[in-house]
């Protein structure tokens, strides 16, 4: 039972290494996200919008605006799901050895790109609602919610995506529901204490509209955005898996256990 655990469990080293892979998973995302130019742009019937539009106009306008938003900030998360997927998915491997952990890193990078890409293409038609209404303050059960409220929850929202994206990738090849619900909720943790502190720290110390911005435009602050945003994920799907070996031991792993013959308490 003690080789179980040991096998499965992140050893000290594996930790680090994979704190360093986050880092630089990190940085690569935001050098391979380009805002200047966009992957989606405007076709050019919409570069000079006329004085006094048409209705018609303005309604292929948004429709084209929308399909913009979604098409760029899908291929933009789905970059971030896919490299930190691939960066991070050997946290969820349960055996110290390549298959694991290849089957793993796998998953990894199939759900972060998947799950990612899908937040990113809501995250694009919610946006698109919000910058069409200038991000007024809006009403939520009662409650006045500002532009700044609306778009960290909004960030929150995108990075728990790709946090639990990622924790639900890694951890499928375990077939063992602890586990993954383990993964689940320290990616979607990590992800959502990640889009709220960049929100602050965007505010506070970056241009105004960085603070509004789901992909920042400067370099220095797309670093500092991605990095920050991949190492709490890190953070949370560590913390949350290197817990679960133990929590394995009476559940997804009873059954290797009784084929084994070790005997087990009542």
Same mark, same amino acid.
Request: with cysteine; hydrophobic share 50%; charged share 10%.
């Given at each position: 039972? =003690?080789?179980?655990?040991?096998?499965?469990?992140?050893?000290?080293?594996?930790?680090?290494?994979?704190?360093?892979?986050?880092?630089?998973?990190?940085? &690569?995302?935001?050098?391979?996200?380009?805002?200047?130019?966009?992957? *989606?742009?405007? %076709?050019?019937?919409? /570069?000079?919008? %006329?004085?006094?539009?048409?209705?018609?106009?303005?309604?292929?306008?948004?429709? &084209? *605006?929308?399909?913009? !938003?979604?098409?760029?900030?899908?291929?933009?998360?789905?970059?971030?799901?896919? !490299?930190?997927?691939? #960066?991070?998915?050997?946290?969820?491997?349960?055996?110290?050895?390549?298959?694991?952990?290849? #089957? &793993?890193? +796998?998953?990894?990078?199939?759900?972060?790109?998947?799950?990612?890409?899908?937040?990113?293409?809501?995250?694009?038609?919610?946006?698109?609602?919000?910058?069409?209404?200038?991000?007024?303050?809006?009403?939520?059960?009662?409650?006045?919610?500002?532009? *700044?409220?609306?778009?960290?929850?909004?960030?929150?929202?995108?990075?728990?995506?790709?946090?639990?994206?990622?924790? !639900?990738?890694?951890?499928?090849?375990?077939?063992?529901?602890?586990?993954? !619900?383990?993964?689940?909720?320290?990616?979607?943790?990590?992800?959502?204490? $990640?889009?709220?502190?960049?929100?602050?720290? $965007? =505010?506070?110390?970056?241009?105004?509209?960085? #603070?509004?911005?789901?992909? %920042?435009? /400067?370099?220095?602050?797309?670093?500092?955005?991605?990095?920050?945003?991949? +190492?709490?994920?890190?953070?949370?799907?560590? *913390? #949350?898996?290197?817990?679960?070996?133990?929590?394995?031991? =009476?559940?997804?792993?009873?059954?290797?256990?009784?084929?084994?013959?070790?005997?087990?308490?009542?």
């Amino acid at each position: 039972m =003690a080789d179980i655990l040991q096998q499965s469990s992140l050893s000290k080293f594996k930790i680090g290494c994979l704190a360093v892979a986050a880092l630089l998973a990190s940085i &690569a995302c935001s050098r391979l996200i380009s805002t200047e130019p966009a992957p *989606f742009q405007l %076709p050019m019937e919409f /570069e000079d919008v %006329p004085m006094n539009p048409s209705g018609a106009y303005m309604a292929r306008y948004k429709v &084209a *605006f929308r399909d913009m !938003l979604c098409g760029n900030y899908t291929i933009h998360f789905a970059t971030c799901g896919a !490299l930190l997927g691939l #960066a991070l998915g050997a946290l969820g491997a349960t055996k110290n050895n390549a298959l694991s952990n290849a #089957a &793993a890193i +796998l998953g990894g990078v199939v759900g972060g790109t998947l799950l990612a890409g899908l937040g990113g293409f809501l995250l694009g038609q919610i946006a698109s609602f919000g910058i069409e209404n200038d991000w007024q303050t809006t009403r939520f059960l009662g409650f006045q919610v500002d532009p *700044f409220i609306q778009t960290t929850l909004l960030q929150c929202f995108i990075w728990a995506f790709i946090g639990s994206g990622i924790g !639900l990738g890694c951890t499928t090849p375990s077939f063992s529901f602890a586990r993954i !619900l383990k993964g689940i909720q320290g990616g979607l943790i990590g992800g959502a204490v $990640a889009g709220a502190i960049y929100s602050v720290i $965007a =505010a506070v110390f970056f241009s105004t509209s960085s #603070a509004i911005d789901f992909v %920042p435009k /400067e370099q220095m602050e797309r670093t500092i955005w991605a990095t920050l945003c991949g +190492l709490s994920i890190y953070a949370g799907l560590a *913390f #949350a898996l290197k817990s679960t070996p133990a929590a394995d031991a =009476a559940t997804g792993f009873k059954e290797l256990v009784t084929n084994e013959g070790i005997a087990t308490s009542p």
